[in-house]
């Protein structure tokens, strides 16, 4: 069956999504093994010989957030949204539940081990946190009582949020290609990385608000029974 122009522009979209986020979960699969190892805080900082809940709350978090990562784009296709409902209520429930266990995860690790940014960066790592825990919540609340508008305003939240660990490794990568590190230091403390603490969710979250509120009239009234039922 041959694609529409939006048909196309998705594939490439995707396409490029999906590439550029392989080394991150590389990245992230590497650790997982190292995290099942032995002796996992001898190959990296993350993990502390007598820190069994950190350990087990950053193995929780790398895993949910990568499964996270890489469906959350699948939900917004209108293609597979549309025509197969039951598909997006089963992937929107595992989304929610990866979403929850990734941010709380996170925030009991952030108060046991702190962040390699510190103080700033735990601050602004836990406020993304509770930010992305509070919006799978609300996203879930809408569903069970069949609010469309608020799935709709909740989902988008959600969507920007759970693309938030993505955003960080490109905006890192595009301002290394472009400057060739400027501002940035190895322990997280140049102007640049004091500013990425809060820009890879921040200003996508007020971006989201705008957009909500100038095509909010669009979509009012309930979900679906099926969906509302879910
Ligand atoms: C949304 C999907 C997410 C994915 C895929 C993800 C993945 C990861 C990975 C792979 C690491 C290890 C990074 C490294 O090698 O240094 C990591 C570290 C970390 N993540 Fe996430 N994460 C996600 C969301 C979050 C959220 C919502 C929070 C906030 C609660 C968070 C807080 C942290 C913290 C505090 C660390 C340790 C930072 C350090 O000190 O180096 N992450 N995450």
């Excluded at 890192?172 to 322990?187: C, F, I, K, R, V």
Aim: charged residues 10%; aromatic residues 16%; contains cysteine.
């Amino acid at each position: 069956m041959w694609l529409s122009k939006s048909g196309i522009v998705t594939v490439v979209i995707l396409t490029v999504f999906y590439l550029t986020l392989l080394p991150f979960l590389a990245h992230a699969f590497e650790l997982i093994t190292v995290g099942l190892s032995a002796f996992p805080w001898r190959q990296t900082y993350l993990f502390a010989a007598d820190q069994s809940v950190g350990n087990a709350a950053m193995m929780l978090h790398i895993t949910a957030g990568s499964v996270l990562v890489a469906l959350v784009p699948l939900q917004m296709v209108g293609r597979i949204r549309l025509r197969n409902i039951s598909f997006h209520r089963g992937i929107g429930s595992l989304l929610v539940v990866l979403a929850l266990t990734t941010g709380l995860a996170g925030m009991v690790y952030i108060p046991l081990r702190g962040t390699i940014g510190g103080p700033l960066m735990s601050a602004a790592f836990f406020i993304y946190g509770f930010c992305l825990f509070t919006a799978a919540l609300m996203l879930a609340r809408m569903v069970f009582i069949g609010n469309r508008q608020g799935h709709w305003e909740w989902a988008l939240r959600l969507f920007w949020l759970a693309l938030g660990s993505w955003l960080y490794r490109v905006h890192y990568t595009l301002w290394y290609l472009l400057t060739g590190g400027l501002w940035s230091e190895p322990d997280f403390s140049g102007s640049f990385d004091l500013i990425q603490n809060f820009a890879f969710y921040l200003p996508y979250l007020v971006a989201v608000q705008f957009w909500i509120v100038a095509h909010r009239d669009a979509h009012q009234g309930t979900l679906p029974k099926r969906l509302g039922a879910w």
